[in-house]
């Protein structure tokens, strides 16, 4: 965003009458301005001030602060750190000399302009995301003994880990941390639903719990109850834009449903869905939900779900249509059911890991409903192997990638797409195994996550978070 | 605009040449630093706007000071500086209380500290006793020494004392005087770290009781105005004195008793209330048939027991056979936990509303800490802001209040508190934990046989360890 003007001769930021300096600058005329910051001086254009937003410190300068005899608005603050900022409104980035600081003096003295986020689109966009350069750069230590359990991120980078009755939560920056304790005893599905506010839910223990961490307590805890008001643990949570949506099942396992919340009316309850009593041996209803999914493009919700039985995992994947409570169209899972199963919007297709083979497999989601069935991207005669090569492997799809960690190992799927070769039957998916030699390896994954320009990973036994990124965007 | 000084306002501007460097600021910011600050001084003149003030000072470390007082905060380039050249420097301009706030640990929350340091005494490392200063300050025995560490953890001197070794040090407020014991000499002793001299002694004498000779201070608590110490006699019998601060003669003596069970052996542990005006003293023994022990507590002034329990003998009977191995007393919340021997776990009782059973046995979900109690020999516990700091063996683990929506509820109920451990594996082989104390935002742990003191902290920063 370089603040070029319309009318006056301002090119390259610089101005015509710099040389009148010690003239009264400030008629309205000229857009050149001068301030004072800690007795330096600096000159730049309304425009450039302006791109700050109404209602800051600069957007009110010439009322406000106390001006000296010239006419020069004077700020009692740290003149290095304003040049930083100053070249943050001109360009959009921080300059290089910006790493001589800490970041968090950033932070701070853009708080005190009122330019915070700009400073945040800068340092931690999604748009930034750079797959194919994801390396390890950054490890989180977290405090105590217990390893995380689930994650949650925000868009701008902030990032929340659940590890025992905590969550620590860490900034966009992750310079900055705090932990909240909770009533669980271990935290199972967590989602951000703002960088303060989170939804939290364990599978053994009633109710999900709307927890404000800057203040640290619950807001909300939103339950469900079957007709024997029983207590209701939690399977899963997703997000659309407008609603919550909450997976429950009964205390006593014998029944499960699908909550919808207003995320914009104070969590009021919109509706239930693919509620599910068990009456005798009907396996497929006694499944509940593990993982929800919003799709926006088709806006559906995929619910999926898998049990283990002593004929093997089978399982369900449901996608339903929240204004009619119906679903519309439904993916029985009896032979390799997904150890775990995400879904990509951009690319329009389900992907899976196997169960039993360990491969990846997708489902077009481009022409929904009809007979689809399973493409398998790997070794398809792993499909009936007892192994159980997928099992507690993860899937995770962030913009057009899938990332899939198997093991210890990150694998990154990507589609290539061949020109006007490239119809609905055959497309073409290829995998890269994700970072250096050095990163290669370690304990088994049990989460991944994105958030601003950063992928988070979680693993085993390891109180800790990894931070990959791209090298070129570390601060 | 004091002084006469009419024509000066806060929002003037005002030009300052340290060092040869530049500086320009507001009267207001100036001022920030407290009205009696050079710097606040300097405001008062008169400014002639084309002649800055010039103060012959590094002028990068005045940067980081006039930040503080634009800021009150540190910025990042206050690294480039030692904390002791930063509060030389601030004590220099007169805003040290400024640089205080700004260097002040956060609130201490268990789940979220990690050790920020250990102090290691140069000589006679292995700390045999210390006591805590509310400003986060500590004050260790080492061998015959006794070393002060600052709010900063700076080390501020240390004295050498006639004694070989001090087990027990209790400083004696407000002075800047340590009352110190050992549990082989005999009596109490006042030493003054303003220019480090034996103030006085005080031995337990008793002209009617001859066998009263050569008693041993075995703890030591200290109130508004008189220093309580626990002697033993080496028969046994014993008894808490009060010993006047301003005179350090002893005023009155208090729960004299034969020693002769375990019911009646001297208190390893004294605590003063406050807030209720209380003296409460607690003893534990182990034997062949487990743990034993008293707590018992006194009206200082009239010497009469307000309460007390005997462990085995009294609470319910299905804890019977599990005895407190360690008994600590929240002064500011007017708590007491105990955890039990035998079965590890950990009770809470109101002091304002005790009864013959207080206590509260708090329930622990935490999976990961199950069945952890099991062949645990050496138990500690230590209550401080609110939070239960336990010390089992080696590892360190913190019972935290759970917030409930909002309400300041106190109450002490089984599930309001949850159980996490603070430290991880490999800090808990560092030795068996033998002393915890709070002090200011820190916990101080002490292990045995190992040297130094560790320094537990609560820090916003994440402490993010980059990957080359």
């Not at chain 1, 330096?40 to 300068?61: D, E, P, R, V, W």
């Amino acid at each position: 965003m370089p603040p070029f003007s319309q009318s006056t001769p301002i090119s390259n930021g610089f101005s015509l009458n710099h040389n009148k300096f010690n003239q009264t600058n400030h008629q309205p005329s000229t857009n050149a301005i001068t301030i004072d910051v800690g007795g330096q001086l600096f000159q730049t254009t309304k425009q450039t001030l302006t791109l700050a937003g109404s209602k800051t410190l600069f957007s009110n300068l010439f009322d406000s602060c106390d001006q000296d005899n010239n006419g020069v608005p004077f700020i009692d603050r740290d003149p290095e750190l304003f040049s930083i900022l100053l070249s943050l409104l001109r360009t959009g980035n921080l300059p290089s000399k910006a790493k001589a600081f800490d970041i968090q003096d950033i932070i701070f003295e853009a708080k005190f302009y009122g330019i915070n986020d700009l400073l945040v689109e800068s340092q931690s966009n999604p748009s930034q995301f750079e797959p194919f350069d994801l390396e390890k750069s950054i490890i989180l230590p977290l405090s105590g003994r217990d390893s995380p359990s689930a994650i949650a991120t925000t868009p701008n980078g902030s990032l929340h880990v659940s590890h025992g009755s905590k969550i620590t939560s860490f900034d966009w920056s992750l310079q900055k941390k705090s932990t909240t304790l909770t009533n669980f005893t271990a935290i199972d599905s967590l989602l951000a639903l703002s960088p303060n506010i989170v939804a939290a839910g364990a599978t053994d223990f009633s109710g999900l719990q709307i927890l404000d961490l800057d203040l640290g307590f619950v807001r909300q805890t939103l339950n469900w109850e079957n007709v024997t008001k029983s207590s209701s643990t939690v399977q899963a949570i997703g997000i659309s834009p407008e609603f919550l949506f909450t997976s429950f099942e009964s205390g006593r396992r014998n029944s499960n449903s699908i909550m919808v919340y207003d995320l914009k009316d104070d969590f009021k309850l919109v509706s239930e869905i693919a509620r599910n009593e068990i009456f005798g041996a009907d396996l497929d209803s006694a499944i509940p939900s593990t993982k929800l999914n919003w799709v926006p493009s088709v806006n559906l919700l995929m619910a999926s779900g898998s049990h283990s039985g002593p004929f093997g995992v089978s399982g369900n994947i449901k996608f339903w249509d929240i204004r009619s409570g119906r679903a519309v169209w439904e993916i029985k899972e009896n032979v390799d059911c997904f150890s775990d199963i995400t879904v990509s919007d951009a690319l329009l297709a389900v992907f899976k890991i196997g169960v039993n083979s360990g491969e990846v497999s997708y489902i077009d989601l481009r022409n929904l409903g009809s007979n689809n069935s399973w493409n398998c991207l790997g070794d398809t005669r792993k499909v009936n192997n007892g192994k159980k090569e997928g099992f507690g492997c993860k899937i995770e799809s962030h913009g057009n990638q899938v990332f899939c960690g198997k093991k210890g190992e990150l694998e990154l799927w990507s589609e290539v797409l061949m020109g006007s070769l490239n119809n609905e039957k055959d497309r073409i998916f290829r995998k890269n195994v994700l970072g250096r030699v050095k990163d290669l390896g370690g304990n088994r994954i049990t989460n991944v996550g994105f958030g601003g320009n950063k992928m988070f990973v979680t693993r085993k036994d390891q109180q800790c978070v990894e931070v990959w990124q791209s090298s070129g965007k570390r601060f | 605009m004091e002084d006469g000084l009419s024509n000066i306002t806060l929002t003037d501007r005002i030009k300052l040449n340290v060092g040869g460097k530049l500086f320009e600021t507001t009267i207001s910011t100036l001022r920030s630093g407290g009205p009696d600050s050079l710097l606040a001084a300097l405001s008062n003149r008169q400014v002639q706007s084309s002649n800055p003030v010039f103060i012959d000072r590094d002028p990068e470390i005045f940067s980081v000071l006039l930040s503080l007082l634009r800021t009150n905060r540190l910025p990042s380039t206050s690294r480039r500086f030692t904390d002791q050249e930063l509060s030389d420097e601030a004590s220099y301009y007169g805003i040290e209380s400024q640089l205080k706030s700004a260097m002040l640990p956060n609130p201490l929350s268990g789940i979220d500290a990690s050790v920020i340091a250990t102090i290691r005494p140069a000589s006679d490392g292995v700390v045999s006793a210390f006591t805590t200063i509310d400003d986060g300050s500590v004050w260790i025995a080492h061998g015959g020494q006794i070393s002060v560490y600052d709010w900063n953890l700076t080390h501020a001197g240390t004295v050498r004392t006639h004694l070989d070794s001090i087990t027990s040090i209790r400083q004696v407020t407000p002075s800047a005087m340590a009352a110190i014991a050992c549990d082989v000499a005999s009596g109490i002793h006042f030493y003054n770290f303003a220019n480090g001299r034996r103030v006085g002694s005080v031995e337990w004498t008793d002209p009617t009781d001859p066998r009263i000779y050569k008693a041993r201070v075995t703890a030591i608590a200290d109130s508004p105005d008189s220093v309580f110490a626990a002697f033993d006699s080496h028969h046994k019998e014993n008894s808490v004195l009060a010993i006047d601060k301003s005179t350090l003669q002893v005023t009155s003596e208090i729960g004299r008793q034969s020693g002769n069970s375990s019911k009646s052996i001297v208190p390893g542990n004294l605590t003063y209330v406050n807030d209720l005006g209380i003296l409460a003293a607690n003893a534990v023994t182990s034997g062949a048939f487990g743990f034993s022990g008293y707590i018992r507590l006194w009206d200082p002034r009239s010497a009469r027991v307000v309460w007390e329990t005997n462990e085995p003998g009294s609470g319910r009977s299905s804890r019977f056979g599990d005895s407190f191995a360690d008994v600590s007393i929240d002064v500011s919340e007017g708590t007491m936990c105990k955890i039990c021997s035998k079965s590890g776990d950990l009770a809470m009782a109101d002091l304002r509303k005790l009864s013959d059973d207080p206590w509260v046995y708090l329930r622990d979900t935490n999976p990961s800490l199950r069945n952890t109690s099991g062949g645990i020999n050496n138990s500690i516990v230590h209550c401080y802001r609110k939070q239960v700091f336990v010390g089992r063996d080696g590892g360190l683990e913190v019972w935290s209040r759970v917030a409930q929506n909002g309400e300041n509820n106190m109450e002490i109920a089984e599930e309001s508190f949850r159980r996490n451990y603070m430290d991880k594996l490999e800090d808990s082989e560092r030795g068996i934990i033998k002393k915890i104390e709070g002090g200011g935002e820190r916990l101080f742990v002490s292990r045995e046989e190992a040297e130094g003191l560790e320094v537990w902290q609560s820090s916003v920063f994440s402490g993010a360890v980059l990957v080359s």
